[in-house]
């Protein structure tokens, strides 16, 4: 009998991986097929439609999301196939274009000084504050012609201008 050998439990083979640069999305696929990943395979890893993969490896780039989306896009495929994302993002630029930042230089405080806010009159809060006198005279003057208001609140002055 001969030993076996515990090192290693689990051998596969596959074809070769290239060891040459990948600086073109077309040769995703040779790569993929060496490391033994299907489209599906892909697809569910990183969580991107199968159309889209086989986009990418196709290089049919009217199919793909442009910008910071293909970005991603590129630099996951790249690290599921353990390559430099690098390369594939400067072959990409035009597509990817220039993606600086990110939401923190939108929505933070430093942007506040940079938009003067038109400054509004206050006059419309005169005649908001006279509306709602005038309703609140009306509902009283209502409440007293209909009795709803005993007669010991009302001020002499007020219910001789209801007789």
């Known amino acids: 009998m001969s030993e076996l050998d515990l090192s290693s439990p689990l051998r596969t083979e596959s074809a070769p991986v290239p060891t040459e640069l990948i600086t073109s999305a077309g040769s995703l696929r040779a790569l993929r097929i060496s490391k033994g990943f299907s489209i599906e395979d892909v697809a569910v890893r990183l969580k991107y439609?199968?159309?889209?993969?086989?986009?990418?490896?196709?290089?049919?780039?009217?199919?793909?999301?442009q910008g910071l989306?293909?970005?991603?896009?590129?630099?996951?495929?790249?690290?599921?196939?353990?390559?430099d994302p690098k390369p594939l993002e400067i072959a990409l630029q035009s597509r990817?274009?220039?993606?600086?930042?990110?939401?923190?230089?939108?929505?933070?405080?430093?942007?506040?000084?940079?938009?003067?806010?038109e400054q509004v009159p206050h006059s419309g809060a005169w005649v908001w504050l006279v509306l709602i006198f005038l309703v609140?005279?009306?509902?009283?003057?209502?409440?007293?012609?209909?009795g709803l208001i005993p007669q010991a609140w009302v001020p002499d002055w007020v219910e001789a201008l209801f007789q």
């Open 49 to 65: 439609a199968a159309r889209h993969i086989e986009a990418l490896e196709s290089e049919s780039y009217d199919s793909l999301p």
């Open 69 to 83: 989306g293909l970005r991603s896009m590129v630099r996951s495929y790249s690290k599921l196939l353990g390559i």
């Open 96 to 117: 990817i274009g220039k993606v600086e930042g990110g939401i923190a230089n939108h929505t933070s405080i430093r942007t506040l000084g940079a938009h003067q806010a």
């Open 136 to 146: 609140v005279i009306a509902v009283l003057g209502v409440a007293v012609w209909q």
